[in-house]
Each structure stands twice: as structure tokens, then as C-alpha cells.
């Protein structure tokens, strides 16, 4: 099919969910996607942070050629080499002891408040005073199914669907008195993403993270950090909770745990893994030969290829570079981030979208969160030259539109 019929097609047949951009793509290679008629774009987005090692990576694609004619799906009813190969790995880079494998985010997320009720009536079983309250945050967001998106902050995601799960209050973000203010032992978990992805990549202060485990500490409740959009190495380490010291007592991955092959986790502590029983939660699907393969290379190759450190490095010359430009466009209030998982917040929501607009048109992918914000999830593969093209792209861009305003300010003016 022709792209036009494509999208006929698809305004016939589909539900109306997405606002696509008018492009099909057919193929990618390292940090580039290719379009039907071979044109190149350079992509700063990565599947919204899932193809940490880009497009055609030999290590994903042999993976899946070997790992398809072994075995794609068996079930949970039985056992395959690739649960235990990956739950090891995942253990070991976490600090967490056990792992549940589901296939998505927001999957992964479910399990994970499911895991905090049940054991909080594990722990009122043995005569502990705790109630089944979740605390999220403000900006939040941890999905679509009925628990994440009870979880998760924007009304517009919740209100279309009540009544949603009940029991759930949020906190303002990074505000250690309301988070004081609200918690009790009526809270069975505190839930936050150490770095806000969708709220406008918001860092949460070491302070208010550390106050969240002493009070959670205070009770038995469980701090639940979702790394589903800053783990898995984006931000530098494998976890974003890496970089303020804490462990949690649960935690979500996601996104790019397989590279694109749909797989979520939940890892847990030893101590939280005690409620759960065979038959208590499952899947169909979560954890299947392939995905768990494609995982184990994933890891495998950012160790191999020392991609870690490439984040951190290349992320911070992003960074800098990104002040840079602040430097020079008023219309760049903050700069904010870590690694590849970074910012830069406009002044105005409608440039901000023509920014998006304006960088597809010079074949560059971003896109916008909470309406002002810049956003830049690239594969963690990106060199410098690639950042110096998107830099060179956003000044041109913020140039024209600094000059537009001032033309027509001074139109005004003489006016
Ligand atoms: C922090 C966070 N949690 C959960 C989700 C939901 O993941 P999925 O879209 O795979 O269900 C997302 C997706 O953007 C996310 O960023």
C-alpha cells in the first residue's frame, strides 16, 4: 500500500488514539530512520527511549534471527533459558533479588501495585498497622491500564474512565512538607519516577527522594521508583535511583529492556517477595524466549561496548551544548536532565510545538512533553556530530523565530 492509502486505511479502521506525523517509515540504521522514499532522519527520540542501540544492531538482530528459529513462545507453564539469564543480570545491576516479567510499562507497573497491596496485607496479617493508600506524584505518569493511570497525574488520562482505582492521593512534586503532610500509616507506597519522563524530565531532589524512604522506612510502606523511561542505562547508570543512593523497595523496567521486543520487569526485595504465591499474578506472554534473548543481548552489548560511559559522556556534552543554546534564545527557560534522558523547556507552548515541526522538516525526531518541553531520548549510540547537528538545527530554528518576533514587535511598535 501507497502511504496515502495507509492513512485512509487507517482513519477507517482504527481507533482515533494517535496524532501520527505524516511519515511512513520502512527501515532504520544506527541512529537513523529511513522513510519510504530513502530519506534519512536523524533520530533523537528512539521509539520514545526503546531503541537504546538504534536500528539494525547485529547484536538485537542476530539475537532474534538465532533465538526465532530456537523458540519464540513456550508459555509460563514451562521453563526457557531466558528468564533465568536476564532475571540474573537485572538482580545483579538493581540490587534487587527478584524479578516477574510482563510485557509492557505500564504492565510492569500494575504488577508493581498490585505487589504493594498484597504485601501490605501480608504485613496487616501479621499484625502491622498499614493501610492500602497509594502517594504518586504530581506529573506523574505510569501508564494507561486502570492502576497506572489511577497512579498517574493529568486528569485528561484519568477523568474519560471513572471511576478509577480508589485510594490514591498526589503529592506536589519535590515538596518534602506535603509528602510529610500526606503520608501515614494508612500508605501502603509511596510511588515516584526519580526522573519524570512524561511530566517534562523532572529530577526529583535527593532531599525529597531520601525523605520518601525514611518515612516509608518509618511504616513498612514501600517506596516504588518506576524506571521504565530513565532505567536501563539512559541516564548513565542502570538505574536513575542509582545517582542519589537509595534503593527501593520495588522497581519497574521497561522501554528498552528488549530493544524493542515488547518486556517489562518488576524487580522486588527478597523481603516484598515473600507475598507472592503460584497463581497469585501471570502472564501469557510477559518473559518469552525471544524477548528475554534479545534483553540478555541488550545488556551483554552496553557492557561490551562501554555504553554507560558513552551516555554519560556524549549526554553531558549534549547538556552543555544545550546551555549553550540557552545562552543565546531567551525563549529557552531551563535546561535540565541526565545522560540521555534531557531537556530544554520553552517559554511558550506553541513554539514549542512548531520547534518539533520545524526539526522534522530538517529530518531531526524530538518531540514535546507538558506542552513547553523539549524533548531528547536519542539511542545511546549518539556521537557528538549528531548533537552538534541538532544544536546547529535548534539555532537556526530559535534565530528565525527570534527575528520573526522582533520584526513583528517592531512592527507593532511602529505601528
Ligand atoms: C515512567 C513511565 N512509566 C510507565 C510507562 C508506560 O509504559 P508503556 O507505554 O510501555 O505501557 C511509561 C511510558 O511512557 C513511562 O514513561
Not at 499484625?127 to 506529573?139: D, M, P, R, V, Y
Not at 545511546?380 to 537556526?396: F, G, P, Q, S, W
Request: with cysteine.
Amino acid at each position: 500500500m501507497k502511504f496515502e492509502e495507509i492513512r485512509a486505511a487507517e482513519e477507517r479502521l482504527l481507533l482515533s488514539t494517535y496524532e501520527r506525523s505524516p511519515i511512513l517509515f520502512t527501515g532504520g540504521e544506527d541512529v537513523h530512520l529511513i522513510d519510504e522514499s530513502g530519506e534519512r532522519y536523524l533520530d533523537l527520540l528512539s521509539g520514545i527511549g526503546v531503541n537504546a542501540l538504534g536500528y539494525n544492531h547485529p547484536a538485537i538482530v542476530d539475537t532474534i534471527a538465532r533465538q526465532s528459529r530456537a523458540l519464540i513462545h513456550t508459555s509460563n507453564l514451562y521453563y526457557h533459558e531466558g528468564q533465568a539469564e536476564l532475571a540474573m543480570r537485572l538482580t545483579e545491576r538493581t540490587g534487587l533479588d527478584r524479578v516477574f516479567f510482563a510485557n509492557s510499562g505500564t504492565e510492569a507497573w500494575e504488577g508493581a501495585l498490585k505487589l504493594a497491596r498484597a504485601y501490605a496485607g501480608l504485613r496487616r496479617s501479621e499484625g502491622a498497622s498499614i493501610g492500602t493508600k497509594f502517594l504518586a506524584l504530581e506529573q506523574s505518569f505510569h501508564g494507561r491500564t486502570f492502576g497506572s493511570v489511577s497512579t498517574t497525574f493529568k486528569a485528561k488520562y484519568r477523568e474519560p474512565f471513572g471511576p478509577v482505582v480508589p485510594g490514591v492521593e498526589f503529592v506536589r512534586f519535590n515538596d518534602v512538607s506535603d509528602l510529610r503532610a500526606k503520608f501515614s500509616n494508612e500508605v501502603c507506597a509511596i510511588l515516584v519516577e526519580a526522573i519524570q519522563g512524561e511530566g517534562g524530565v523532572r529530577p526529583l531532589t535527593q532531599e525529597f527522594l531520601a525523605e520518601a524512604r525514611a518515612l516509608a522506612n518509618s511504616t513498612g510502606a514501600l517506596l516504588i521508583v518506576d524506571e521504565i523511561q530513565a532505567g536501563m542505562g539512559r541516564t548513565g547508570k542502570w538505574c536513575a535511583y542509582q545517582h542519589y543512593g537509595i534503593l527501593p523497595d520495588v522497581t519497574t523496567l521497561a522501554k528498552p529492556l528488549a530493544g524493542g521486543i515488547p518486556l517489562g520487569a518488576v524487580l522486588c526485595t527478597e523481603e516484598v517477595a515473600r507475598v507472592i504465591h503460584a497463581g497469585m499474578h501471570g502472564t501469557t506472554f510477559g518473559g518469552g524466549p525471544l524477548a528475554c534473548a534479545v534483553g540478555v543481548a541488550i545488556i551483554d552489548t552496553i557492557e561490551k561496548d562501554g555504553l554507560l560511559a558513552h551516555v554519560n559522556q556524549v549526554g553531558n556534552y549534549f547538556q552543555e551544548r544545550l546551555r549553550w543554546l540557552a545562552k543565546h534564545h531567551e525563549t529557552i527557560i531551563d535546561v535540565r536532565g541526565k545522560g540521555l534522558m534531557l531537556a530544554a523547556e520553552l517559554d511558550s507552548a506553541d513554539l514549542a510545538k512548531q520547534t518539533v515541526a520545524e526539526m522534522l522538516k530538517r529530518r531531526i525526531l524530538i518531540n514535546c512533553t507538558s506542552d513547553t518541553v523539549l524533548r531528547f531520548l536519542p539511542p545511546y549510540i549518539l556521537e557528538r556530530a549528531h548533537v552538534d547537528t541538532a544544536i546547529d538545527a535548534l539555532d537556526e530554528i530559535f534565530t528565525e523565530h527570534g527575528a520573526a518576533h522582533s520584526t513583528q514587535a517592531g512592527g507593532r511598535h511602529h505601528g
